[in-house]
């Protein structure tokens, strides 16, 4: 909140945006944002984030602020997590969630959309292992219905099941009978999310107007 | 049978002519058909009296009382001609995937509104605007407002809007102006009209309007962006015709020189009071009924009224206090359908939404067949080629612009801008219908001149519009590769993507610290969870409503009614209602027939729990034993089933129908047990016969039927040959359905009667009939030490429901 910008982060904000694609002003808005989280720290950790109140009543809160944390999210060819993130680490995250410029090529569109769902991918499989078992997929039933109160564990695992039944016919097709189901990978993802339209779903509209400062009474 | 419906309908047609003339014939100086007063009948009712003045000299045992019934006849006498006329219209499939219904209607009502002037030399059925606008159009509006997809219409409000104000408001003004200016070139000859009156003109052909949409866009499945745009559009541009009409209509009466800068703002404000205040009582009336659903439990077979009555008052209310009708009730519609859905009992929904279909299809036929008809009268045709040719022009022009430069505005602030293709199609699709005919026709012609002239172009508009734009609307859309809707539902898993994206999508904003759209409407959501339902809904719906549960409901049930279906299908023997869980067999069978789909989820991954999934499946069948897999195979093959199978249908069919305990609030079906045990003696007391006439020698058994004793033989039969001879049909109460079909054949019956003995009994008796290499005739033999009168009390206890 009105931390001063030396030359030398200009210089690297300006590198950033033309990693990223953000402009220069929903950077800097960015950055302020994460010097408000991390209270003007240089790293960001998950307290700061889970002390966020307005993410109190979302059901997924546990699964969003790991990716954050994740290193596959961060474009790093490693697996697990880390226990902080700097400034570019969070904008990488940010990244995931811009939307889609136009006049793109069929190819870049298509990178953009895996990359999407590589993200989407990722808060599912928390043990890294490249697909979606059974047990991560009841895990993320649940967390969904965690906030509805009434809906038994028994109905989430029914739901999860029935849900792995239908992507398994849907994927695999016919399979012997003593096959076995290893889960959903990254490729069966892309093809039962084939129908939605993630290039334009999964954006957030990051403003040019400081809003960051406009919620000050509200955030933290 | 396609001549057939046509002769009929052309005879409905003749026989309302006939009958008109021979009333007039018979009325004593009644004046002939006036012109059309409210009501679509065009004759006098008033003359009820007159008719009888004749004197009368004795008892008449038979009268021809038409003026009793003509009004309400004739009413009821259109609608069955809407309605067959639908009918015609749908018989060949193939023309109305060419041609849109909508124009097929018209079509129809040209032929009838032909035979009709052509009969009497004059039209006497024709659209009134009190008609169309009170008894018509509200029905319509209701069912889009009950049905319009909630989520999608708000997400797309503000592109919605900016094109139902200021889109209109542009065609409006751009006609207008071009038709005035068109005219001061002397384009259009001499005709008695100003300015103002080609404003007015202007504003009531420029709203596009949403019977015709939907008539039109209903048959081709565009997606659903596009088509919440246009529908919404002509569903909100409602608030703007009001609003100009009656500003240019008072302008008009006026007269030029009264306008000033006053006038001007005063209309200004008008348009919001109107827009604001017609969705406000809207509102109002949503929440009066869906607090009304919450008391409702008591009388619920009547509850589905409350939602017709409350919504047409809403129409009502609005246009008594000079605001947007259909602004209101669409609000209406929109704002209560989440709650009475979630209060009412699920028959009584049902009920809503089949009713509302009817009566907003019904409207439909009706007004479209109407538009045909008015158009068959050539006291209102005035033709001025400069006029309806100009008219035309600009009204597909000018829209084109509109739409074209308010997207291009639009999509600096979309997220997902509107691509081009789109916006043809939108512009396209901006179709004018029967509500600015029921418009123009209100115009006084006194102060309006030129009325007739402007009806015909209205209704040359429309018809363009409808009938052209319609027909060419779909090889336009594939042409152009429209993206199309979805076909198929979403997949379990596609929906809980779904949530998760919500939820990360808030949660991202959150972090972030944006306020975004999500955010906004995450803070709705809770604010509704918190206050609204808590006010608006039952306690009961309160608790099941969340959206991941009630879609698991939904797939349950829909895989209960396709497993009810599949045993129906496969002869509803195979079905038994047991008392006590037969859960042995039936993680087998599931076993089976899953295992190709799922084969180790079940086993690998359970842990302590062992067979989840026909757990669930428990959970929604719970006492149906689904015996079914391995011996309906065999059922299949042996005629004696369709033969059982036809007998149990007449037989116990016939009986139904005699029992109706009459009642205006419960809808039952029969359970007499009476009936049943009744059916029951008689079938005994048959076989007994044919049994001792078989064990006479007289036919020889075909098969042998025996009943598999589920607790014995878990797995199939212990031998081959008699699995394939003969019928395993488990249950308990629907003993008699087993037993009636046999009277045909003595074998089957002495097999019957064996296991329904092993079966009240309980032990475990082996069956004679399953020893290898059974010779019919030692069956009959053993069959008769068997007490089998003995049988029937005990057997009958086991039929109590």
């Known amino acids: ?220 | 049978m396609a001549c057939r419906t046509c002769l009929w309908l052309l005879g409905t047609a003749f026989f309302t002519c006939t009958v008109r003339l021979v009333v007039e014939g018979t009325e004593v100086g009644a004046p002939q058909g006036s012109h059309p007063e409210p009501g679509v009948v065009g004759s006098n009712h008033s003359q009820a009296g007159g008719g009888h003045g004749s004197s009368i000299s004795g008892i008449q045992i038979v009268t021809f009382k038409w003026h009793h019934v003509e009004a309400p006849y004739l009413i009821a006498l259109w609608i069955l001609v809407a309605g067959v006329s639908k009918m015609v219209v749908e018989l060949n499939h193939s023309l109305t995937s060419v041609i849109p219904e909508s124009a097929l209607l018209i079509l129809i009502g040209w032929i009838l509104g032909g035979i009709i002037y052509g009969a009497g030399k004059m039209q006497t059925f024709t659209l009134t605007p009190t008609v169309f606008f009170f008894y018509l159009l509200p029905q319509v509006i209701l069912d889009a407002g009950y049905f319009m997809p909630n989520k999608l219409f708000f997400s797309n409000m503000g592109a919605i809007l900016v094109y139902a104000v200021i889109g209109t408001c542009w065609n409006a003004a751009t006609v207008g102006l071009g038709l005035w200016g068109c005219w001061l070139g002397g384009a259009m000859g001499d005709i008695d009209i100003g300015l103002l009156q080609f404003l007015l003109f202007g504003s009531l052909i420029a709203a596009v309007d949403p019977v015709a949409v939907i008539a039109v866009f209903e048959e081709v499945h565009v997606n659903e962006v596009l088509f919440i745009m246009v529908f919404g559009e002509s569903l909100l541009n409602d608030g703007v015709t009001v609003v100009l009409f009656n500003v240019f209509d008072a302008f008009v009466s006026l007269g030029g020189a009264e306008i000033d800068a006053v006038e001007i703002i005063k209309g200004i404000i008008s348009f919001f009071v109107v827009a604001f205040g017609g969705s406000l009582v809207g509102i109002i009336f949503a929440l009066l009924i869906s607090l009304l659903t919450r008391c409702t439990k008591n009388i619920q077979i009547i509850e589905p009224g409350f939602i017709f009555i409350l919504g047409y008052l809403s129409y009502l209310t609005a246009e008594m206090l000079s605001l947007s009708a259909i602004l209101s009730i669409v609000f209406c519609g929109i704002c209560c359908q989440k709650y009475i859905n979630a209060n009412m009992d699920e028959c009584s929904v049902t009920t809503v939404r089949y009713v509302m279909k009817v009566f907003a299809n019904g409207s439909e036929t009706i007004i479209f067949v109407f538009l045909g008809i008015s158009a068959i009268d050539p006291a209102i045709w005035v033709w001025n080629t400069g006029f309806i040719l100009l008219t035309l022009l600009f009204i597909f022009v000018f829209r084109f612009i509109g739409v074209f430069l308010l997207t291009w505005i639009l999509n600096k602030y979309r997220l997902v801008p509107l691509e081009f293709i789109d916006q043809v199609v939108m512009s396209y699709g901006g179709l004018r219908g029967a509500v600015a005919y029921g418009l123009v026709a209100m115009l006084d012609e006194n102060k309006f001149k030129e009325k007739n002239l402007m009806v015909s172009t209205t209704l040359i508009v429309v018809y363009f519009t409808v009938m052209l734009q319609g027909i060419t609307m779909k090889p336009l859309v594939t042409w152009l590769k429209v993206k199309r809707a979805a076909v198929t539902e979403l997949t379990l898993a596609e929906k809980i993507q779904n949530r998760t994206f919500d939820h990360m999508l808030v949660a991202i904003e959150d972090i972030s610290g944006q306020i975004g759209h999500n955010y906004m409407r995450d803070k709705w959501h809770n604010f509704e969870e918190r206050w609204l339902c808590w006010l608006l809904m039952k306690p009961s719906a309160r608790k099941s409503r969340d959206y991941i549960f009630n879609i698991f409901h939904q797939l349950n049930l829909k895989d209960a009614m396709s497993y009810v279906k599949e045993g129906e299908r496969r002869g509803s023997l195979a079905f038994v209602r047991n008392e006590t869980k037969a859960d042995v067999d039936f993680n087998k069978k599931f076993r089976a027939s899953f295992s190709e789909i799922m084969p180790d989820i079940m086993a690998d991954n359970m842990g302590p729990d062992h067979v989840p999934l026909s757990s669930i499946l428990q959970d929604i069948v719970p006492s149906v034993c689904l015996d079914m897999h391995e011996q309906d195979l065999e059922m299949r093959e042996s005629e004696d089933f369709n033969a059982h199978h036809l007998l149990q249908q007449h037989l116990y069919r016939g009986r139904k129908q005699h029992r109706h305990r009459y009642s205006r609030s419960h809808l039952e079906t029969n359970k007499d047990e009476n009936e049943v045990q009744e059916i029951f003696q008689r079938t005994m007391r048959s076989r007994l016969e044919s049994f001792k006439s078989a064990k006479m020698g007289v036919a020889p058994a075909k098969k042998i039927q025996t009943k598999h004793q589920k607790k014995d033989k878990p797995q199939k039969m212990p031998n081959g040959n008699s699995t394939d001879k003969s019928k395993n049909h488990p249950y308990g109460d629907k003993d008699l359905e087993f037993s009636e079909g046999d009277c045909g054949s003595g074998g089957e019956a002495a097999g019957d009667l064996f296991p329904m003995r092993a079966y009240g009994v309980e032990a475990g008796i082996v069956n004679p009939a399953f020893m290898a290499e059974m010779d019919p005739m030692d069956n009959m033999q053993q069959m008769q030490q068997i007490p089998h009168v003995a049988l029937l009390p005990q057997t009958l206890n086991s039929f109590d429901p």
Request: some cysteine; overall charge negative; hydrophobic content about 35%.
């Open chain 1, 1 to 220: 909140m009105g931390a001063s910008q030396s030359a030398g982060t200009e210089h690297e904000f300006q590198d950033m945006a033309d990693r990223t694609g953000f402009s220069l002003e929903q950077i800097g808005n960015i950055n302020k944002r994460f010097r408000q989280l991390s209270n003007n720290e240089e790293t960001l950790s998950r307290e700061d984030l889970a002390s966020i109140p307005a993410l109190d009543n979302n059901p997924i809160r546990a699964q969003i602020i790991n990716a954050f944390f994740d290193k596959r999210n961060l474009h790093q060819n490693e697996t697990g997590t880390v226990q902080e993130i700097g400034f570019e680490e969070f904008l990488m995250v940010m990244t995931h969630f811009r939307p889609a410029a136009m006049g793109l090529t069929e190819e870049e569109r298509e990178n953009l959309r895996r990359e999407k769902l590589r993200f989407l991918f990722n808060m599912h499989d928390t043990d890294s292992d490249g697909t979606i078992n059974l047990e991560e997929y009841r895990r993320v039933v649940e967390e969904l219905l965690s906030k509805a109160g009434t809906i038994g564990q028994e109905t989430a695992k029914a739901i999860a099941d029935a849900a792995m039944l239908e992507v398994a016919s849907t994927t695999r097709g016919k399979m012997e009978p003593d096959e076995f189901y290893e889960g959903i990978t990254f490729e069966n993802f892309l093809q039962i999310l084939n129908t939605f339209d993630i290039e334009t779903r999964m954006h957030v509209r990051f403003l040019n107007m400081d809003t960051a400062t406009l919620r000050c009474g509200k955030s933290k």
